[in-house]
């Protein structure tokens, strides 16, 4: 099964517009962290945003803010006032496991994001 | 200062060519990853070094062999490599102690590699 699943192979966003990417995960262990990374043509993955499994509150970064819903098992990045450069491919993806020790993260298929004029 | 330098940023190479990708971090980080992302597809992680030592191999082929000489840099040797092995390499490193905050992956800008 998915670990991290992203339903939106693609989406469109006029500029100056909020825009939500979904991100959903499946996992047993009470203790997790999710992620979310930009990878513009250039190839790089640029960290934006996390949200451990016991955070109380919904994290935010500047534009970025993550609306988890833990009963739901969502993670959904919404990017406001959208931009050109905000154009790139989004990739959730979720760590399992305690703190200190090096672990895998997994992936979801990714959203690529097209800003509009 | 979250960087990760990896170099070359392009490399092409034959199938019986003998080459090396490097990754450097200096944020003190203690695990280092290397990751393999095909076009159109999410990042697939290779390996991982925590203080220095193999901790995770994800089954990969021996023509791909990792080496982490200290605890800012990383390296991984290609040899005989197959033009099924054309992909984007990326490193990343993440501190490895304290909360979940402090072990986020920061990523290189990868090495995009092609066999041919």
């Known amino acids: 099964a998915q670990k991290i699943t992203q339903t939106q192979p693609g989406m469109f966003v006029q500029e100056k517009e909020a825009v939500t990417l979904d991100c959903t995960y499946d996992t047993s262990d009470p203790s997790y962290g999710l992620f979310w990374y930009k990878q513009p043509s250039s190839g790089e993955m640029i960290f934006l945003i996390y949200?451990?499994?016991?955070?109380?509150q919904n994290a935010t970064e500047g534009r970025y803010s993550l609306n988890f819903q833990k009963a739901r098992k969502s993670a959904n990045l919404v990017i406001s006032a959208s931009q050109l450069g905000d154009s790139a491919m989004y990739f959730c993806a979720m760590r399992e496991g305690l703190t200190g020790t090096a672990s895998k993260l997994t992936f979801g298929t990714g959203t690529r994001l097209q800003v509009t004029l | 200062d979250t960087e990760v330098t990896q170099t070359p940023k392009h490399l092409v190479m034959g199938m019986t060519n003998k080459k090396s990708l490097k990754c450097e971090q200096h944020?003190?980080?203690?695990?280092m990853y290397w990751y393999k992302q095909k076009a159109k597809k999410p990042p697939e992680l290779m390996f991982v070094y925590s203080y220095e030592k193999l901790s995770i191999n994800e089954s990969v082929p021996s023509r791909f062999s990792p080496e982490c000489p200290n605890s800012s840099l990383l390296n991984l040797h290609l040899h005989a490599l197959q033009p099924e092995d054309s992909a984007l390499y990326l490193c990343?490193?993440?501190?490895?102690?304290?909360?979940?905050?402090?072990?986020?992956?920061?990523f290189g800008a990868g090495t995009r590699l092609s066999v041919l």
């Open positions: 990343a490193s993440s501190q490895e102690r304290g909360s979940w905050a402090k072990n986020i992956q920061y």
């Open positions: 944020m003190g980080h203690r695990a």
């Open positions: 949200q451990g499994s016991y955070d109380q």
